[in-house]
Nanobody, 111 residues
């Protein structure tokens, strides 16, 4: 069993930036496909950014150029840097490593 623990999240002003983190109990993020997903209220969970074990990345059109997925060299953690946040970005963000999932992190809409 591998535990993925997320941190980060919380309210950010539109146009602002935030980094989500996902820490693994063992080094898995350089062993296979990993990614970030999000689920907005009333919608299904959808992928946002994917990285292969070799380091290739793919982004959803709506976040390309604004979000960056990356990992540390040891494969123990991965991150999602989110810039220029837009009104459609608020959601629960979840990390995935191989077959394991984080607990989810809320990025709420501005008040």
């Amino acid at each position: 069993q591998v535990d993925l623990v997320q941190s980060g999240g919380g309210w950010v002003q539109p146009g602002g930036s935030q980094t989500l983190s996902c820490a693994a109990s063992v080094s898995i993020f350089n062993a296979g496909v990993m990614g970030w997903y999000r689920q907005a209220p009333g919608k299904e969970r959808d992928w946002v950014a994917i990285m292969t074990g070799e380091g290739s990345t793919t982004y959803k059109d709506s976040v390309r150029g604004r979000f960056t997925i990356y990992r540390d060299n040891d494969g123990n953690a991965m991150y999602l840097q989110m810039n220029a946040l837009e009104p459609d970005d608020p959601a629960v963000y979840s990390c995935q490593g191989v077959v394991y999932w984080g607990q989810g992190t809320q990025v709420p809409a501005p008040p």
